[in-house]
């Protein structure tokens, strides 16, 4: 693959990363009611929504620090060439599907990090839009990054 193109496809995907770490800022859950529940998508993370201390999850902190690492790993692996660059981004294409994946299932790891804190029901938490949209740019960046693998390997 051209070096051009390379840059600019590890541009696009740290871009990506970028936007997927900053929609954390959203709300993380809603109610049946598409209210806004338990704070955003950093506070539930790290365990300080709506000012009381509940557990913090850790694969979603281990998906944020990925995603995180992902962004310097596609302005890294843009400026590799060849056979690397390819196992470069698909290796970012796996680790931002893997991201993607743990933020649809947010839901499910909050009860399960938080069930002996929980006295509400919690059986209304559906998605809110800091994790589906998360999850929407993280599949976008592993998207570009296995595009980017696949053209690495078949270079001539």
Known sequence: MKERSNILLGAIVSI?????????LAYMFTNGDFGMERGTGYGVIFGFA????MNAIPLLIVAFVFECVSILGGIVVAFLRG????????????????????????????????ASIISDNVSSLALGPAPIVNAVFAYMGALLSAFGAYKGLTAN
């Open 16 to 24: 990506f990363s970028v936007v997927a770490i900053l929609v954390l």
């Open 50 to 53: 709506q000012g009381k201390s």
């Open 83 to 114: 056979k690397v660059g390819a196992i470069g981004f698909g290796l970012l294409a796996v680790i931002l599907a893997l991201c993607g994946t743990a933020f649809l299932f947010s839901v499910n790891l909050y009860k399960a990090a938080n």
